[in-house]
Nanobody, 125 residues
Framework: QLQLVESGGGLVQPGGSLRLSCAASGFTLDYYAIGWFRQAPGKEREGVSCISRSGSSTYYTDSVKGRFTISRDNAMNTVSLQMNSLKPDDTGVYYC??????????????????WGQGTQVTVSS
């Protein structure tokens, strides 16, 4: 069975940090570009960050630039999202997603090949 599994979510105070991980089972992550999406309560899901198969290209939505860092370890079959200086607006369910080609990231959710089940991130004092 092909699966993506996220971990690392939780409750953190504003200004704090969390590190999310996305692990694959049943397939090899290095064949895919990997993206992170998030969905806040009452809002549509939005793309947050994406990394190419090799890790040489990354993308960040404007609201997280300078605070979030995406990385991958193909040997470990994982992708991570380091989130620093967290704000209440970062609250939501975070999903990792696999894309067969990097350019599909720009097509959004419709182009996702595999989804994870999501992990909750709550930023609150």
């Amino acid at each position: 069975q092909l699966q993506l599994v996220e971990s690392g979510g939780g409750l953190v105070q504003p200004g704090g940090s969390l590190r999310l991980s996305c692990a694959a089972s049943g397939f090899t992550l290095d064949y895919y570009a990997i993206g992170w999406f998030r969905q806040a309560p009452g809002k549509e899901r939005e793309g947050v960050s994406c990394i190419s198969r090799s890790g040489s290209s990354t993308y960040y939505t404007d609201s997280v630039k300078g605070r979030f860092t995406i990385s991958r370890d193909n040997a470990m079959n994982t992708v991570s999202l380091q989130m620093n200086s967290l704000k209440p607006d970062d609250t939501g369910v975070y999903y990792c997603a696999a894309f067969a080609i990097l350019s599909n990231w720009y097509r959004g959710e419709e182009a996702v090949d595999y989804w994870g089940q999501g992990t909750q991130v709550t930023v609150s004092s």
